[in-house]
């Protein structure tokens, strides 16, 4: 569309090129056809003529007679046709008869010779400044063979057929012109749902995802454009809804312990108290800057993670060995909540990143620990499945209900949100097993039925 | 111990003097990088607390410098991003240490008394006494008032590391890699589990206490009572 925009060329130029193209090389064709049909239809006629004028000539020389006599009837001979001249010798190369005009002994031999001779044959010689077409023939007679030379003026023929292919030329150009302006005229009409679908695309912005395109106001060949495209803004929309939703729940998150720093800070201002109060305080906030300052991190990590910035330092990996230590890092935790750990199946080394699978595994094992009655057992069972390896950890317990099992790897999703504060996590920690998983080309999921709560986690196997 | 922090933001820079010369240690402050290379080269310091983002000159450019001059002092880099090109730059250049922001003072602190005592000659004790307590390190057995008290691997490795760092104040976060390899911030409050059944064992039945919680710090192991922040 542009000028010197060094992009493809545009629809229209592309199509309009192709039009031209095909209606000149066709129209050109057309052009040398009816040329050459024309010009064989005079030399068809040129000789027509030339032959019955040398049949006149044949038989006049035939009578046998001579001197004034036979010159006499010879210009009698062809006194019916204009513009054609001839001359006679005889057999011995002797001049005997010509007619007034050029002299056509200039262009002896030039001629074809009649009894052969084709229309296309028929070529046009000066002689004299003249353009003639011509031929030679021979004529019996009792005395002798006489040679013929018969001519006739191309002239007129000639002016015909400059003037017939300039009008020739003319139409065909103005013919070209006309279709190709309506191939122009056409290819814009064609392009008018193009223009269409351009200016509803202009419709959806930012806060106008909701918008979609309808493919039943389309031609056919645009209805997958406006599909593919309207499941683009599908995704997008999603994408978009779940960063808004991200980004408020941030501003919830924060604003909530700011508020009550702010107020607490601003209350103890408010007179002199005890130095004893004013360390309360103080370790109060330090408690809440400490859930900010985690609850940042994670959300950084988080971002970073969506944004493909986590660089993996993978090396082989036991599960078996990490889940082990695992247990021993939560032993006290277990312990102090009677619970125990187990762990059970097999699973191969799998390629991965230490740090963040026992950081992922860790979360999941708190957060089992977390919901496991006492005198119960956490599992953890290591199975290897068609995805790849399968680390799910099982854990007794009040099920969840279905509803929230899809949110749950959601960000700041809570089950219950009265208990929004009082756990010890941000809600954050499942959202970070599962970018790990994924980082890694893996899955998250869970289920819940029957009094057990599985959260599973499969890396792939290389 | 002569410490150099470099740091722009002045707020950071008081605290950091403030609290690093509350614990002990003797402190310069230079608010830019130029400040920061002219005394790390004039004068001498047993480590160099680095701020990456300077308004002049960058932390990595004063410690090439003073590199190039021939200074091997430690150096601590702090920085607001934690990216891994910068981790390694870092630690191209000789820095000892990397610390992203925000981070707890403890951690500093802690990271601090490490980078100091690399240099020196390790402690190859067999035994590790405060107070009554006791540690036999080859057979990794405790004794507190020569009664023995049966630990878990993990609890003696806890003990151990506290022992260690005997007065110092050891954030959870440290603890947790030192002794558990877990190198993140656990969702859980395992290790102030882990403190209280150790202390259980410990503390519970015997006189003085040694385990103190630092509120909002970590957990520091000491014969005394500290001043007031116990």
Redesign the interface.
Same mark, same amino acid.
């Given at each position: 569309m542009v000028r010197g925009d060094r992009g493809p060329l545009s629809l229209t130029r592309r199509v309009l090129g192709f039009v031209a193209l095909a209606v000149g090389t066709s129209l050109l064709i057309s052009a040398a056809l009816i040329l050459a049909a024309v010009e064989r239809h005079f030399a068809e006629q040129d000789l027509a003529e030339l032959g019955v004028a040398h049949a006149a000539i044949a038989q006049a020389l035939a009578e046998e007679r001579t001197g004034n006599g036979l010159a006499a009837v010879l210009s009698n001979a062809i006194s019916g046709h204009h513009g054609v001249y001839f001359q006679v010798e005889d057999a011995q190369g002797r001049f005997v008869y010509r007619s007034p005009g050029p002299d056509l002994s200039a262009a002896a031999g030039a001629f074809p010779a009649i009894a052969s001779v084709r229309p296309q044959d028929l070529e046009i010689q000066r002689v004299d400044g003249r353009a003639l077409v011509g031929v030679e023939g021979r004529a019996l007679a009792k005395s002798g063979d006489f040679r013929v030379v018969i001519a006739m003026d191309a002239e007129f023929h000639q002016g015909f057929l400059g003037a017939f292919r300039r009008s020739l030329a003319l139409i065909m150009l103005g013919t070209g012109a006309a279709t190709l302006a309506a191939a122009w005229f056409g290819i814009h009409q064609g392009h008018e749902p193009l223009r269409h679908l351009s200016r509803s695309m202009r419709q959806i912005r930012a806060g106008r995802l909701s918008l979609r395109l309808d493919p039943q106001s389309l031609p056919a060949e645009l209805r997958e454009l406006a599909a593919s495209f309207n499941d683009m803004i599908g995704r997008l929309e999603l994408g978009f809804e779940r960063l808004s939703h991200f980004s408020s729940d941030i501003a919830h998150e924060l604003r909530t312990p700011l508020t009550s720093l702010t107020t607490q800070t601003q209350v103890m201002l408010s007179r002199a108290r005890s130095a004893q109060e004013y $360390?309360e305080m103080?370790?109060s906030s330090? %408690?809440e800057l %400490?859930r900010l300052?985690?609850m940042? !991190?994670d959300m950084?990590w988080l971002a970073k993670s969506d944004n493909a910035?986590i /660089?993996l330092e993978r090396t082989d990996l036991d599960l078996q060995r990490e889940i082990e /230590?695992l247990f %021993?890092?939560? %032993? !006290?935790?277990a !312990?102090?909540r009677n619970v125990s750990l187990t762990v059970s199946g097999s699973a191969p080394p799998i390629r991965a990143d230490r740090?963040l699978i $026992?950081?992922a595994l860790?979360?999941l094992l708190?957060?089992a620990?977390?919901y496991t009655p006492s005198g119960e057992t956490v599992q953890v069972h290591l199975s290897r499945e068609a995805g790849g390896v399968k680390v799910a950890v099982v854990n007794p317990g009040d099920p969840i209900p279905q509803e929230h099992l899809p949110k749950l790897f959601e960000r700041f999703y809570r089950v219950d949100p009265a208990r929004q504060r009082d756990g /010890?996590?941000v809600g954050l920690?499942l959202s970070i097993v599962k970018s790990i998983a994924e980082s890694h080309g893996g899955r998250v999921d869970v289920a819940s039925h029957g009094g057990w709560t599985e959260f599973s986690f499969t890396v792939p196997v290389d | 111990m002569r410490l150099l922090i470099v740091e722009d933001d002045r707020r950071t820079g008081d605290y950091l003097r403030q609290g690093l010369a509350e614990a002990g240690f003797t402190v310069m402050l230079a608010r830019n990088g130029l400040d920061g290379h002219h005394l790390a080269v004039s004068e001498t310091f047993d480590l160099v607390i680095m701020d990456v983002m300077l308004p002049d000159v960058d932390g990595w450019r004063v410690v090439r410098a003073l590199r190039d001059a021939g200074k091997q002092v430690p150096v601590l880099f702090l920085t607001a991003r934690d990216r891994v090109e910068d981790r390694v730059k870092g630690l191209e250049l000789g820095g000892d240490d990397y610390l992203v922001k925000p981070f707890a003072f403890a951690e500093l602190l802690a990271r601090v008394r490490t980078l100091l005592r690399r240099g020196a000659a390790p402690v190859m004790a067999d035994r590790l006494q405060v107070a009554d307590l006791c540690l036999d390190l080859p057979r990794r057995r405790a004794t507190r008032a020569g009664k023995r008290i049966a630990l878990s691997q993990k609890e003696f490795a806890l003990l151990e590391l506290l022992v260690r760092h005997q007065g110092e104040v050891l954030p959870r976060s440290l603890i947790a890699s030192q002794v558990w390899d877990m190198n993140f911030d656990s969702d859980s409050n395992v290790i102030d589990v882990a403190i209280r059944r150790l202390r259980a064992k410990i503390d519970d039945d015997f006189e003085p206490k040694l385990i103190h919680t630092v509120r909002g710090m970590g957990y520091r192991l000491d014969a005394e009572e500290a001043d007031g922040a116990g």
């Open positions: $360390r103080l370790y330090l %408690e %400490e300052t985690k940042v !991190a950084l910035l /660089e /230590e %021993e890092f939560f %032993e !006290a935790l !312990a102090d740090g $026992r950081r860790s979360n708190s957060n620990l977390r /010890e996590g920690g | -």
